[in-house]
């Protein structure tokens, strides 16, 4: 698309199309973001003053090991609490008040059920809903075969 400009010296002339960049919309664009950095670059600047904790190394010490409630073949129960003193038998109707009082202990222990392979599958998730029921925040099941008193 041509125009036509007429030269200096008052001759006709064809010239071709006029290749300038239009910066008027950039620099409206950049007033507009210079402005909005003004304002809110103080806002940005205010910080609340907080007091972070200190940390202690008694807390980064090793986990603990987790707690233990088994079933054997022999419809046995046992409780490993996870001290290193190993599992303890516990009959059917202490079994649920034995998890409770261990649950108002610390409620936050990690609980492993297991159970014997070639048990009913009833009784651990009957185990299950005792401990989950006993107070206890973190209850899984224990996917390796545990080694269980006879």
Known sequence: MAKKHTAALGGD?????VAEIN??????VMLVLL?????????????LPITLPKASSAQSDKPRDPMIVSVNR???YFI?????????????????????????????TLVYVAGAKDIQYGRVVDLIG???NSGFN?????????????
Do not use: C, N, Y
């Not at 910066?23 to 409206?28: G, K, Y």
């Not at 490993?80 to 936050?108: C, N, S």
């Open 13 to 17: 002339e064809e010239m071709g199309p």
């Open 23 to 28: 910066i008027t919309p950039m620099v409206d």
């Open 35 to 47: 402005i909005i950095f003004m304002v809110t670059a103080p806002l940005m600047m205010s910080q």
């Open 74 to 76: 022999d419809g046995h």
């Open 80 to 108: 490993d609490p996870g001290t290193g003193t190993g599992p303890v038998e516990v009959p059917w109707d202490l079994l649920r008040p034995q998890l409770i009082e261990l649950a108002k202990a610390d409620p936050d």
């Open 130 to 132: 005792i401990v989950g």
């Open 138 to 150: 973190k209850v899984s099941l224990q996917s390796k075969q545990p080694e269980l008193p006879q």
